[in-house]
């Protein structure tokens, strides 16, 4: 079973949030430290079964590239006698980063009118969670890195199981619902527990992404690094 | 007929409009008054309605004119229709819809090299909710298909055009403090 994850952030967003979480000069990336972070993404993209699509190989190709340049001493001894300096290997990076992160911001902006434009006329703005208190959205790789825990967490308690039960996805969203009809907010790990095989673990998953797709669920902390939690969406629920 | 009285029916016509209502529409309305006219009756209509300060105003969205509510009173607005609010983009989405608003025209393969991934799914979904428009074929190889905003999106972001975004230049400001 493999999981999708188009619509959701691409390499460049896992490398703007290396660079913040990290809090790291962008105009001087540490890029055999990234490298490494960046790759340690991927293989629990992979460890998870998770579709690694071509622009992410790409960026791993690129980073390692960027890394082995960074070795070489600096070519000053340029046959022509040019005093140019040799341009830093990781200056394109940088640039594309930057302006991917210009698109990011004009993208917060549109999200904040559309919020403005939800609160007028007759149709008001989606769920202020919690009584308006502040709460932080969740990433993607925060996503992959819980999962990725609760993964470890199974296989580290678990014996060999016996026949067990295949579920499917449909069932799954079905379970999830109900759960989410009697709780309003769920916390993630809590999520998969009592689940009875990895099968089990990684189609939960799938859909609670499905959920998070449809608007049915948002995902939020209450500050960085805390539990995830999972709010059901004050929209879904009554089509169901 | 008078500017004054102009106004009034101008605010009852707006008023009654579903889309915001526009010059042209209006001068189809009254034949014989000039666009002059109309405008000035438009703009002393917003500005003294909106000098009321009260829980509605006039704003100009997508070449138009409209009425609603002040955002501000949303809380008490929602508590006494209790309806359900509408689904929102996805960051993917909004992320794919400033690219295509601020580098339009432009190709599927353009926004890919700019937001670094495929952007299929999220043009689809901006296409299907008529956000984005297809606004021709570019004249190379292949004439892939060219990509703009719609009238639609003005209204969904309440722009009066596309000159009140922010300059990129701007987002690049932002951009530069993550360092």
Request: negative net charge; without cysteine.
């Amino acid at each position: 079973m493999t999981i999708h994850l188009e619509g959701f952030e691409g390499p460049l967003d896992l490398l703007l949030h290396l660079i913040k979480r990290e809090e790291l000069d962008i105009w001087n990336i540490p890029i055999a430290h990234v490298t490494e972070q960046y790759l340690d993404y991927l293989q629990i993209m992979r460890d998870l079964n998770i579709n690694v699509a071509g622009e992410w190989l790409v960026m791993a190709a690129t980073l390692i590239y960027i890394k082995s340049r960074m070795l070489l001493p600096p070519d000053t001894v340029q046959e022509t006698g040019q005093e140019e300096e040799s341009e830093d290997p990781r200056k394109e990076l940088v640039y594309q980063l930057l302006e991917h992160q210009k698109f990011k911001n004009a993208a917060q902006m549109l999200y904040t009118r559309e919020e403005v434009e939800n609160a007028v006329w007759n149709s008001p703005p989606m769920d202020a969670l919690e009584d308006g208190k502040e709460v932080i959205a969740v990433t993607l790789f925060d996503l992959l890195k819980a999962f990725h825990e609760v993964v470890k967490r199974f296989e580290a308690q678990s014996s060999i199981g016996f026949d067990q039960e295949e579920v499917t996805i449909e069932q799954k969203l079905a379970e999830l619902r109900r759960l989410l009809m009697v709780h309003d907010t769920l916390v993630f790990s809590s999520f998969f527990a009592r689940a009875p095989s990895k099968q089990h673990l990684i189609v939960t998953f799938l859909a609670l992404l499905e959920l998070v797709r449809l608007h049915e669920v948002f995902l939020y902390q209450k500050k960085a690094f805390s539990e995830i939690r999972i709010m059901r969406s004050k929209s879904a629920g009554k089509t169901a | 007929m008078e500017i004054e009285e102009l106004q009034p029916i101008l605010e009852a016509i707006i008023y009654a409009a579903d889309d915001p209502v526009g010059l042209e529409q209006l001068k189809e309305i009254f034949p014989d008054e000039s666009y002059d006219k109309i405008e000035t009756a438009l703009r002393r209509l917003a500005e003294e309605f909106n000098a009321r300060l009260g829980g509605m105003w006039i704003r100009e969205i997508a070449g138009g004119f409209r009425m609603t509510t002040r955002p501000e009173h949303h809380e008490y607005v929602r508590a006494y229709l209790k309806t359900k609010p509408g689904a929102k983009l996805s960051m993917a989405a909004l992320e794919t819809l400033a690219v295509v608003a601020y580098k339009q025209p432009v190709t599927l393969a353009e926004i890919l090299a700019i937001r670094g991934k495929k952007s299929t799914t999220a043009l689809h979904r901006l296409l299907e909710k008529r956000l984005v428009v297809i606004t021709g074929r570019k004249p190379v190889v292949g004439r892939p298909i060219l990509y703009g905003t719609s009238k639609d999106f003005l209204v969904h972001f309440g722009l009066k055009d596309l000159s009140e975004l922010p300059t990129l230049e701007e987002f690049a400001q932002i951009a530069g403090e993550i360092s």
